[in-house]
Each structure stands twice: as C-alpha cells, then as structure tokens.
C-alpha cells in the first residue's frame, strides 16, 4: 500500500542519483558517479515523467551529495567530496568534504569561477538547505547555508553565511540527516537517520530547539517544508 503512488520520473541509467530539487517546472538532481547534476522538463501527466531527455546543468563534480538554488543571485551551492587536489580527486566519495559556489549562466552579482565557500570544519556532510534573502542583524550579511554532518562532534547542524565566514553549530544531535527552512519564519528543522526518529525545530541560531513530530520514523531521510504554512513533510527509508 505504501507504494501505491510510485511512479517513475525519468527513464532508467542514472548514476547514484543524490538530492532533488523542483524549480520553475524543471526537476534537478545529482548523480555521485557521474559527478553531474541533471535536470529535465516535468511533464504533469499520469505516468510522472520528464518532457524531454534530461540535461547536464554541472558537470565535473566529485560525488556530490546534495545542492540548493540561490536564484536571486545567479547560484547553486553543492556538497561534494574530494577534487580539491588530483590526489584528492581519485579518493572521490572518501576525499575532503567542501562546499562549492558555482554560477547559474550569468551570476547577477558578476562571479564568474566556481568558489570553494568551505573546504574545513566538515567530516561528513549531507544535506543542505539555504535562506538566500536572511539579513544578519548583527553583521548585515545576507544569506544562510545550513547542512547536516553526522561526523562532527557526535552530530551537528552546521550553519555558514553565504560568502563563507560565521560558521557555527545550530544543533547538537547524533545521526542528523535531511534539513529544511522556513524562510518565512526563519525556522529550521532536521530529521535523525535513526529507528524512531523525530522531526526536531530550531531557530536560526540555536537558542530555541523543540521536537515537533512523535519519536516514530524509521530512518527518515530527506526532509522538506510547505511554505504556505510552514509544516515539514520527511522522505522516509523503507
């Protein structure tokens, strides 16, 4: 039964798909073997699939894990292991974790190269989410990485200004996976990969943490917000 709605978006071949992403009618995705993030045309049709072949928007990545869209200004932030160094490279998924900028076309702020925005401080990050239009009140910059590292001190959620300084730990929990903001209400929620795992929220800079969901999901996984209200719907692993 829990099966039911399946249905198959793309045709088969892909290469260890990782993150997915619906924008503008478009469906996005990285593969971690191909070190390519894809996308086709979402065609609204009883079969679920893509319009046309899908298209390399990135192409070089070293075993992505996941990405997020700053459209405002022309980005896309990614997740990747290793490629750093050619020595770096041939380790692929076991080699240094970073997080890159890369340009969507024409960047509107005028970049033009892929930036290393973190290249240390990470041992196994996954997930990541952003608020590209959050304003520090303190420090008046704009935009917020959040992602999730099971690694780092027993398990963290980490955050980091777009351009690469603030880092800090939001959250200290053991086994976080998928991670999701409310950019409305600057509110931020994380699963645990984790038999009878909850949703737990925070604010934006860790001082109010609360669980939000009863402790009974079973390794939960991806994670995403409605922004008309602001409920956090997971993926599940059966």
């Known amino acids: 039964e829990r099966f039911s709605h399946t249905a198959y978006k793309t045709a088969s071949g892909l290469a260890r798909p990782s993150g997915l992403v619906y924008a ?3 469906l996005y995705w990285a593969e971690q073997d191909s070190g390519v993030l894809r996308y086709c045309k979402s065609a609204y049709t ?3 699939l893509c319009s046309a072949a899908s298209h390399p928007l990135l192409s070089g990545l070293n075993c992505p894990q996941d990405f997020v869209f ?3 200004r022309g980005h896309v932030y990614v997740v990747q292991y290793g490629g750093g160094t ?3 490279r041939a380790l692929s998924c076991m080699g240094t974790a970073r997080i890159t900028r890369f340009d969507l076309g024409l960047a509107a702020d005028g970049s033009s190269a892929p930036l290393d925005v973190l290249t240390s401080g990470m041992v196994t990050p996954t997930f990541l989410a952003i608020d590209p239009l959050y304003v520090d009140p303190l420090t008046a910059k704009a935009g917020l ?3 999730s590292d099971a690694g780092r001190d027993g398990g ?3 955050r980091l200004a777009l351009d690469g300084t603030e880092l800090a730990q939001v959250m200290h929990l053991s086994s976080p996976s998928g991670v999701a903001v409310d950019t409305a209400r600057q509110a931020l929620y994380v699963t645990q990969q984790a038999r009878g795992a909850a949703v737990a929220w925070s604010s934006y800079d860790g001082r109010w943490q609360k669980y939000v969901s009863s402790f009974s999901f079973y ?3 991806g994670l995403a917000v409605d922004p008309s209200d602001g409920s956090a719907r997971r993926r599940a692993l059966f």
């Open 219 to 221: 390794e939960p996984r």
């Open 70 to 72: 700053d459209f405002t």
């Open 24 to 26: 503008g009618g478009d």
């Open 86 to 88: 050619a020595a770096d």
């Open 156 to 158: 963290s959620v980490m």
């Open 145 to 147: 990485l959040f992602w």
């Open 46 to 48: 009883s079969r679920g």
